[in-house]
């Protein structure tokens, strides 16, 4: 299996009125040997992570192009339109040597013409490959997903890009996933459902309630014969969008009814629970 990995990431709070400039973006295009790391690439845990579950797997050379940036206001378009460009430079550079992209995204990038930026982000990288190469995409858990994103890879799944923890677990499931897509062993269908409710950001902690044992639940329906991911999303309140919000996604092989079944169980376990969301805040 040949491998790239693709990230352009940024959290956008579209309260703040500062733009998001070129400048602020950390930007790596290089090809990874084996199981050498890359100390530069900005959430280099879970690249790295990602780097030596790729190296188990036998992959020898690791593409990768990553952009990155610290939270902040809306992306310029012109910062958008410059990554978006180098990043097909690079994917077009090693067309026809790699056989899946993996794609590591915010799901919370707002452009400075208020357009999702990780769609352009996504919808490029599809563009870029043959048609017979496929595309997982990997969310973090602040991510305001659409219909329209995900429609977007072959294979959607979360990860909770703050618990360093299981980045090493996670990624080798991510890697794990890739591999079974490559081979056709899978037949990825989702249920996505988004719930009416902003969660704050103080209370979005995976390993504290009452977010916690909704996140066991998720836990325990991976464990469950032909589930592939499931995930929950708080959102990230302050990417003031039409999409913004809590969601559940369940990907399962090959079984809508079942993924429909278990994302209408997460649902109602969040929607349960839903005051205690509120909080403790300051005055």
Known sequence: MRIAIVSVFQVSNTF??????????????????GSESVQKVTN????????QAASDENVTKVP????????SG????????????????FLDSVAGSIDIIVAVLSGTMVTEGWKS??????QTVKRSVDADVPVLAIWSNQAN????????AELNIGVDLTDGEHFERDACEAIDLARRLCQHEVRPVWEL????????????????SPLKAICELASEFEGLGGVLDASIFPGFPYSDTESTGCSVLVTVDDSRE????????LRSAIWSVREAFAGQLPN
């Open 64 to 71: 990768i192009f990553s952009a990155v940036a610290p939270s």
């Open 16 to 33: 703040n009125c500062t733009l998001c400039d070129l400048d602020r973006f950390e930007i790596v295009d290089t090809v990874v040997q």
């Open 145 to 152: 997903l659409t219909a329209e994103l995900l429609n977007v």
């Open 74 to 89: 809306r992306v310029a378009n012109a910062a958008i339109h410059t990554i978006v460009s180098e990043m097909q430079n």
């Open 258 to 265: 079942h993924a429909a079944n278990l994302a209408n169980r």
């Open 44 to 51: 280099v845990h879970l690249f790295t992570s990602m780097i």
């Open 117 to 122: 930026g990780d769609a352009e982000v996504l």
């Open 193 to 208: 459902h988004n719930l009416p409710l902003l969660i704050p950001v103080t209370v979005q902690c995976s390993s504290n």
